[in-house]
C-alpha cells in the first residue's frame, strides 16, 4: 500500500444499506444472508446483512475487506501496481489453504465474484465484476483516475462452502502524484446524472436501524427501478482510515409480491464503530447504472449524526 510518490491516506466506512464519486461507466454490484436455490440471497424487512469476518466494535457486524487470507482462503493479487489514468488488466486469483487456485465459485447476485476497488481517500469506487480462466486467474480492465493507495476487495463465496462468504482485501498502487481529497460536505440529498438520490434515517455503532434512500428524476418519484443484479439497490460501506468493507441489500426483491421498484429503497443497517464511513449505492434506471455516494458519521447515542453526500 504505497506508490512512488508520497501518499497520504484517509478515508471513510460502514456497514449499512445503500453511491457516486467516481464510478466509470456501469460497473457494480453484493452476506452471510439466506440463499435460495436460484443462488439470490433473501432478505426480511428486520434483518441487515454484511460481508467480511472481522469483528467490528461494539458488537456490530463483522467488517470484511481488512485481511488478505481468511477461512482458508488468500487474495493472490498478481497486479500490484498500475499506472494512473491509464486503462490496464488487473490479475488476481484466489487460493485455497493448499495454494492452489480456486476455480469453482457460488453465484451470488448474478455473479460469481464481486471486484470492488477504491482509493484511499474514498475519491473513486469502482464495482466490477471480473471473469476467470480454467485455471482460476481472475481479470478486468480498470483505469484508476489518479495517483495514489487503493484497496481491492473480492466479494465471493465458495461453491463447496455455500454459507462461507468471504470478503478479503489487499492493496494496490496507481503511480504519479498523490493529491488526496477531503470527503464531500454535509448533506442529505445525492445529485448524479440528473437524478437526486435522498438519504433518510440515522446510523449508529452496534446498533441497527432503517435507513431509507429515495430517487427522485427532475422533481418526480421515480418508481420504476430495474433490477440490477437481483435487487433494486445495491449498498458498499467503507469505513475511514481502514477501509473495513461492508456490504448490505435493501429489504425485499424484485418480483417478491411486495417490493416496489421505486422511489424508496430500504435497508437496516448497523455501524460497526463510531466514525465517518463512505456509502455507495447502486441502482438502475432506464437501462443504466448509477451510483449515489454518500458520507455518514455513526455516532454513539445521545450524539448527533450526520450525513454529506457526493
Not at 478515508?11 to 453484493?30: C, D, E, K, M, N
Request: proline residues 7%; aromatic residues 6%.
Amino acid at each position: 500500500m504505497n506508490t512512488a510518490t508520497k501518499i497520504t491516506t484517509f478515508a471513510a466506512s460502514f456497514a449499512v444499506v445503500f453511491g457516486a464519486a467516481y464510478a466509470l461507466g456501469a460497473v457494480i454490484g453484493p452476506v452471510a444472508a439466506e440463499v435460495d436455490p436460484a443462488g439470490h440471497p433473501t432478505h426480511k424487512p428486520s434483518e441487515g446483512h454484511a460481508h467480511g469476518h472481522q469483528a467490528g466494535a461494539h458488537e456490530g457486524p463483522p467488517a470484511g475487506g481488512l485481511q488478505t487470507s481468511d477461512g482458508g482462503y488468500t487474495l493472490d493479487l498478481k497486479t500490484t501496481r498500475l499506472d494512473a489514468d491509464r486503462r490496464a488488466e488487473l490479475r488476481f486469483a484466489i487460493r485455497d489453504s493448499d495454494g492452489q487456485p480456486l476455480t469453482e465459485y457460488r453465484t451470488v447476485h448474478d455473479k460469481e465474484l464481486h471486484l470492488i476497488v477504491a482509493s484511499r481517500d474514498l475519491s473513486t469506487y469502482l464495482h466490477l465484476h471480473p471473469t476467470h480462466t480454467a485455471d482460476g486467474t481472475w481479470s478486468t480492465p480498470v483505469t484508476l483516475p489518479e495517483a495514489g493507495d487503493y484497496r481491492a476487495i473480492a466479494d465471493f463465496t465458495p461453491a463447496a462452502e455455500a454459507s462461507k462468504n468471504l470478503s478479503l482485501g489487499t492493496d494496490l498502487a496507481a503511480s504519479g502524484t498523490y493529491r488526496p481529497k477531503a470527503l464531500p460536505a454535509s448533506s442529505r440529498t445525492c445529485e448524479v446524472d440528473g437524478y437526486t438520490v435522498t438519504l433518510d434515517g440515522r446510523l449508529r455503532p452496534g446498533s441497527a436501524q432503517e435507513l431509507t434512500l429515495t430517487v427522485s428524476k427532475q422533481g418526480r418519484p421515480v418508481t420504476d427501478l430495474q433490477p440490477y443484479l437481483g435487487a433494486y439497490g445495491h449498498l458498499v460501506a467503507l469505513r475511514s482510515g481502514d477501509l473495513a468493507y461492508l456490504h448490505v441489500h435493501p429489504h425485499g426483491a424484485p418480483g417478491d409480491g411486495t417490493t416496489r421498484p421505486g422511489p424508496d429503497i430500504s435497508f437496516t443497517a448497523t455501524a460497526p464503530s463510531a466514525g465517518a464511513y463512505r456509502l455507495f449505492l447502486d441502482f438502475q434506471h432506464e437501462g443504466t447504472v448509477r451510483t449515489a455516494a454518500f458520507t455518514v458519521h455513526a455516532a454513539e447515542s445521545g450524539e448527533e449524526p450526520t450525513a454529506a453526500a457526493g
